[in-house]
């Protein structure tokens, strides 16, 4: 017998969640994790000039640490994701917490610079990876009306965290020493663990049900059924779609200069012969920026006026442009010029961040979107790695940061570029939101499709 469920019904979504008070109090465990999280990674250029005094390294070598880490939470973010797929949100979430603040804890031992990069690097890195793309897509699957405006709120503590910790972690240096500090900065980041602990427990996506259900009635798993499952949990499918590829690359050229102020920004300054707190005063103060871009940001994008695609790429470029100007701006010997131009990047930078990751769902639709941010993080990893390393080695060769800062600026004009060639780009109106349904083992995309597929069953005398 056919299916008699008004169309309206059968073709809604059904990932959408309420958007509660519950919710919102994930907004608030994710606004915590993710400022311990990069609010920190952003702060660590405090630490970068006492290792280069300490450990007697040139500029690129010490930038590998941060480069490391950034990239470690990156590259494990899809182990991240498909353990949440596998398992429970809330125990990926704070193992990553721990190992976060484990990290930070055995960096304060370091001895040598490959005790860093293990430590801080690896460690922290991989403890960042478990806990900043399941926060994130928890949020998302979560809140849909208010989804970018709740983006914002919980990715503003980064600007938050990063004007209170630089002068912080200035403070703590002096001191305790950067030994010390990084002890207190492992105890705190183990805050984490607390806010994965308030995560409800998930609904599983059927296609994960059905997967492990076939795994299951076989009694044992052939090792084409574990790659299947495998698959299936890091959302693999993904590559194989132009529209995703496309922004996965045009975000890992973005990847590639935006840390580079937030590591290189403090030693430009003292660079420009500013003093050690003048400089951390220049990062709070994009901090500030960044905190109530990341807001208003949000609100502006749920308001519906504009194409999110569009936005983006607006914030893209501005920030690019910006970061092009810091040095310039640092060479005139005006620290009023070099905080102005600091404020301008650190507002277009917050702006972006938001309406980045709201833009994910509507590229792959909101079940696979756990998968798709883990996979993207991974991909923009290599990008991450490099970024950072190459400012330093540009700084080392010119003798100032003029060149890295243009360098890493360019990149983001080239993400811009690379988001004009997505899908209907150019058009004034979002695309129909991507659905998936399954029938009978198929996978297809739209309503439309789907009540083919049923009224060819139904003529043929089957049952949905």
Same mark, same amino acid.
């Given at each position: 017998?056919?299916?008699?469920?008004?169309?309206?019904?059968?073709?809604?979504?059904?990932?959408?969640?309420?958007?509660?008070?519950?919710?919102?109090?994930?907004?608030?465990?994710?606004?915590?994790?993710?400022?311990?999280?990069?609010?920190?990674?952003?702060?660590?250029?405090?630490?970068?000039?006492?290792?280069?005094?300490?450990?007697?390294?040139?500029?690129?070598?010490? $930038?590998?640490?941060?480069?490391?880490?950034?990239?470690?939470?990156?590259?494990? $973010?899809?182990?991240?994701?498909?353990?949440?797929?596998?398992?429970?949100?809330?125990?990926?979430?704070?193992?990553?917490?721990?190992?976060?603040?484990?990290?930070?804890?055995?960096?304060?031992?370091?001895?040598?610079?490959?005790?860093?990069?293990?430590?801080?690097?690896?460690?922290?890195?991989?403890?960042?990876?478990?806990?900043?793309?399941?926060?994130?897509?928890?949020?998302?699957?979560?809140?849909?009306?208010?989804?970018?405006?709740?983006?914002?709120?919980?990715?503003?503590?980064?600007?938050?965290?990063?004007?209170?910790?630089?002068?912080?972690?200035?403070?703590?240096?002096?001191?305790?020493?950067?030994?010390?500090?990084?002890?207190?900065?492992?105890?705190?980041?183990?805050?984490?663990?607390?806010?994965?602990?308030?995560?409800?427990?998930?609904?599983?996506?059927?296609?994960?049900?059905?997967?492990?259900?076939?795994?299951?009635?076989?009694?044992?798993?052939?090792?084409?059924?574990?790659?299947?499952?495998?698959?299936?949990?890091?959302?693999?499918?993904?590559?194989?779609?132009?529209?995703?590829?496309?922004?996965?690359?045009?975000?890992?050229?973005?990847?590639?200069?935006?840390?580079?102020?937030?590591?290189?920004?403090v030693a430009l300054s003292r660079?420009?012969?500013?003093?050690?707190?003048?400089?951390?005063?220049?990062?709070?103060?994009?901090?500030?920026?960044?905190?109530?871009?990341?807001?208003?940001?949000?609100?502006?994008?749920?308001?519906?006026?504009f194409r999110q695609i569009h936005?983006?790429?607006?914030?893209?470029?501005?920030?690019?442009?910006?970061?092009?100007?810091?040095?310039?701006?640092?060479?005139?010997?005006?620290?009023?010029?070099?905080?102005?131009?600091?404020?301008?990047?650190?507002?277009?930078?917050?702006?972006?961040?938001?309406?980045?990751?709201?833009?994910?769902?509507?590229?792959?639709?909101?079940?696979?979107?756990?998968?798709?941010?883990?996979?993207?993080?991974?991909?923009?990893?290599?990008?991450?790695?490099?970024?950072?390393?190459?400012?330093?080695?540009?700084?080392?060769?010119?003798?100032?940061?003029?060149?890295?800062?243009?360098?890493?600026?360019?990149?983001?004009?080239?993400?811009?570029?690379?988001?004009?060639?997505?899908?209907?780009?150019? $058009?004034?109106?979002?695309?129909?939101?991507?659905?998936?349904?399954?029938?009978?083992?198929?996978?297809?995309?739209?309503?439309?499709?789907?009540?083919?597929?049923?009224?060819?069953?139904?003529?043929?005398?089957?049952?949905?």
């Open positions: 017998m056919a299916d008699q469920e008004p169309k309206a019904k059968r073709c809604s979504s059904k990932a959408e969640g309420s958007e509660g008070d519950w919710s919102w109090v994930l907004v608030t465990a994710m606004f915590v994790s993710t400022g311990l999280v990069f609010g920190l990674m952003r702060s660590l250029g405090v630490f970068f000039v006492e290792f280069v005094h300490y450990f007697e390294e040139s500029a690129q070598a010490i $930038s590998w640490i941060s480069s490391i880490g950034l990239a470690a939470q990156q590259f494990f $973010s899809p182990l991240g994701t498909a353990l949440c797929n596998a398992y429970e949100t809330r125990w990926v979430v704070m193992t990553g917490g721990f190992l976060a603040g484990l990290g930070l804890m055995l960096a304060s031992q370091a001895t040598c610079l490959l005790h860093l990069y293990l430590t801080m690097g690896v460690i922290s890195g991989v403890g960042w990876g478990l806990v900043f793309t399941p926060m994130m897509a928890t949020v998302t699957a979560n809140i849909i009306k208010r989804r970018a405006l709740a983006l914002g709120v919980g990715l503003s503590s980064v600007g938050i965290f990063s004007f209170s910790f630089n002068p912080f972690f200035q403070f703590l240096v002096e001191t305790y020493t950067w030994r010390g500090a990084l002890l207190i900065l492992g105890g705190l980041s183990l805050n984490i663990v607390a806010c994965g602990a308030i995560i409800p427990l998930r609904r599983r996506p059927k296609s994960l049900e059905k997967v492990e259900q076939k795994v299951n009635a076989k009694g044992r798993s052939s090792c084409s059924t574990i790659l299947k499952q495998a698959s299936t949990y890091l959302e693999l499918s993904l590559l194989l779609e132009r529209p995703y590829l496309t922004y996965v690359a045009a975000v890992s050229f973005v990847n590639f200069g935006y840390f580079v102020p937030y590591f290189h920004l660079h420009a012969g500013f003093s050690d707190y003048q400089a951390a005063f220049v990062m709070s103060a994009t901090g500030v920026a960044d905190i109530l871009a990341r807001v208003m940001s949000g609100w502006f994008s749920d308001l519906g006026r936005l983006l790429s607006l914030w893209v470029t501005l920030a690019g442009v910006f970061i092009m100007f810091l040095p310039v701006s640092s060479l005139s010997g005006s620290y009023v010029a070099l905080l102005v131009v600091s404020l301008f990047y650190g507002f277009c930078a917050g702006a972006l961040t938001c309406v980045c990751f709201s833009v994910v769902p509507m590229i792959v639709g909101v079940e696979r979107v756990m998968g798709a941010m883990g996979l993207l993080q991974l991909i923009e990893s290599g990008a991450g790695l490099l970024g950072t390393p190459l400012s330093g080695w540009l700084k080392d060769i010119t003798g100032n940061y003029t060149a890295s800062f243009m360098v890493t600026g360019s990149f983001l004009i080239f993400g811009t570029l690379t988001l004009a060639t997505l899908p209907h780009y150019f $058009s004034c109106r979002d695309p129909p939101p991507v659905q998936r349904h399954s029938h009978n083992g198929k996978n297809v995309t739209s309503c439309s499709e789907l009540e083919q597929l049923r009224n060819a069953n139904t003529s043929n005398g089957g049952a949905l």
